[in-house]
């Protein structure tokens, strides 16, 4: 839980935020500044390039549904979810053992 309490949802997202920019100064770590959708945007786009169904993505991201879909469609798309979850953590894993290499 990097921005949020267990238990409790995503909350203190400012003061997670710069403990871990100072962390990363401190560590001699060379980022661009970024934010917290530098990481949404970042997790739509990884899982969109993974063939995850946009609709899975916009409900992943809590994005509500528009027109139509939003006063019929009542899924709940767990499964759907939990698979693009599970898919997102081969990507992240990925990525960490690519940076180890």
């Known amino acids: ?31 661009p500044p970024w934010g917290l959708h530098d990481l949404r945007r970042t997790f739509s786009t990884r899982l969109h390039d993974a063939g ?13 549904q528009q027109g139509v879909a939003a006063v019929y469609n009542r899924a709940s798309f767990r499964e759907a979810k939990r698979s693009a979850l599970m898919r997102w953590h081969q990507i992240l894993a990925g990525a960490i053992s690519d940076e180890e290499k």
């Open 52 to 64: 995850i169904e946009p609709l899975v993505i916009e409900a992943l991201l809590a994005h509500k």
């Open 1 to 31: 839980c990097v921005f949020g309490r267990r238990g409790t949802g995503f909350s203190g997202y400012s003061d997670g935020k710069e403990k871990l920019d100072a962390k990363l100064t401190k560590s001699g770590a060379k980022m």
